[in-house]
Structures are given as structure tokens and as C-alpha cells.
């Protein structure tokens, strides 16, 4: 009977700890996503007439197409949200980041053609192929477009990890938030997977030093 209540309380202090713990890492994470969402709260804009002028705009990739024929809503406003910056005289030049893992799957092929269809002269386009990740589109800005004081588009809960990642790198990054669908099953999916994101984004930064995947040689933009 003694070994079985060791046993027992043994179990119980496990159980107990494991249980804080959880409950620390929890807060832990909570805390982060407020502190990233407030630190860049007042660098993100969502007027165009409100959003000051920049040579460029980094516009920040995704997938055109959620399933067979249907658009991905968060790719459709971000495309917009480029082109009314442009339009606007907002900035000078626009460069596209994002994956272009095969000849199947290009976003950054597909934002070129959709930004022209929007009236963006291609000249003024620049890709970043090898945009993989969001920590890989803000190095890869600066190191290889030479962007440092830029617009980075996207919807908001992007933006507030992508200019925590810019100004942690030094960057003078503001960011335009492209419209979004607060409720839907898709914006609530992506929220949840933020959360993840951004303890990511701390450890990639300030912890482990993560590197793009990626460098390769200068890329001069072309500005009207």
C-alpha cells in the first residue's frame, strides 16, 4: 500500500506541474500575440489616402485558388490593395514575394499577370521567387531588392508578424492591410495558425537566427 500511494502522489505532482505549465505557456503565447499586434499597431494602415509615400511595395504572397475554381479571397483583396496603392501614386514600384516551388505552383507568376491586369505597367513588377516564407520575403527585401522603407501588403494579421520581423531586422517597413472577412472559416483558421506563427517568428528572430532558404545575387528594381 506505501509504494502504491507513492506512486499515486508521484502521479499527481506530474499531473499538477504538467498542468501549470501548460497554463505558463499558454499566457506566454497570449502575451506575445499582444505585444505584436500592439508594437505595430500604429504603423499599419487601411486608407489609401491616409497611407504615406513609399518608392515600393512588397506584396506578400499566397495561393490563388483554395480549391478547384475557387479564389482564395485573402489573394484577390491583397492583388487590389496593391494596385490602389499604384494607382494612387502611393509608390514607385511593386515586388512580388512568394513560393515558386514548381512550374505548377507559382504565385509569384500569377500576382505579376493579376497586378497587370489591374493596370500596373510590368516594368514596374519585380518577383522574389524565392519568397518561401513570410521571415524569407522581409530579409530577402532588404538584402536583395534593397528595400528599407517600404509598404508591405497584406491582410492585418499578417502584417503585424511581417513588420515585427522588419523592424526586428532594423527595417522602416509601414504596412497596408488589404481587406479581409473577420468570422469567416477561413479568417478564423488562419488566426488560430498566427498564433503558432508568431512564437515562430520570435524564436526566428531573436533566438535562433534564422536565414532565408535563399539569397542569390542583387536585384535592381525598376521605379517610374
Known amino acids: 500500500m506505501y509504494y502504491v500511494k507513492r ?11 504538467a498542468a501549470r505549465l501548460s497554463l505558463v505557456g499558454v499566457l506566454a503565447v497570449y ?14 494602415y487601411t486608407s489609401v489616402k491616409e497611407v504615406p509615400q513609399k518608392k515600393a511595395a512588397l506584396l506578400l504572397g499566397t495561393a490563388k485558388y483554395v480549391a478547384k475554381g475557387k479564389k482564395n479571397y485573402f489573394y484577390v483583396y491583397r492583388i487590389r490593395a496593391a494596385a490602389a496603392l499604384w494607382k494612387a501614386g502611393k509608390v514607385k514600384a511593386i515586388v512580388v514575394s512568394g513560393d515558386n516551388e514548381s512550374k505548377y505552383y507559382n504565385e509569384t507568376k500569377r500576382m505579376r499577370k493579376d497586378l ?15 519568397g518561401l516564407r513570410t521571415l524569407d520575403s522581409i530579409i530577402r527585401a532588404e538584402a536583395i531588392f534593397d528595400l528599407k522603407d517600404y509598404i508591405i501588403v497584406s491582410q492585418k494579421f499578417h502584417l503585424e508578424r511581417a513588420l515585427f ?10 504596412g ?20 503558432l506563427a508568431r512564437v515562430k517568428a520570435f524564436l526566428d528572430v531573436y533566438i535562433l537566427n534564422t536565414l532565408p532558404k535563399f539569397y ?8 517610374r
Open 165 to 174: 520581423i522588419a523592424h526586428a531586422k532594423g527595417q522602416k517597413a509601414i
Open 176 to 195: 497596408f492591410a488589404a481587406k479581409d472577412k473577420e468570422g469567416t472559416k477561413a479568417a478564423n483558421k488562419m488566426i488560430a495558425r498566427e498564433y
Open 31 to 44: 502575451l506575445l500575440d499582444q505585444y505584436i499586434a500592439l508594437s505595430t499597431a500604429e504603423e499599419i
Open 116 to 130: 497587370m491586369k489591374a493596370g500596373v505597367p510590368k516594368r514596374y513588377i519585380t518577383s522574389d521567387d524565392a
Open 7 to 17: 506512486v499515486f502522489a508521484f502521479i499527481f505532482f506530474v499531473v499538477k506541474w
Open 216 to 223: 542569390g545575387e542583387k536585384v535592381k528594381v525598376n521605379y
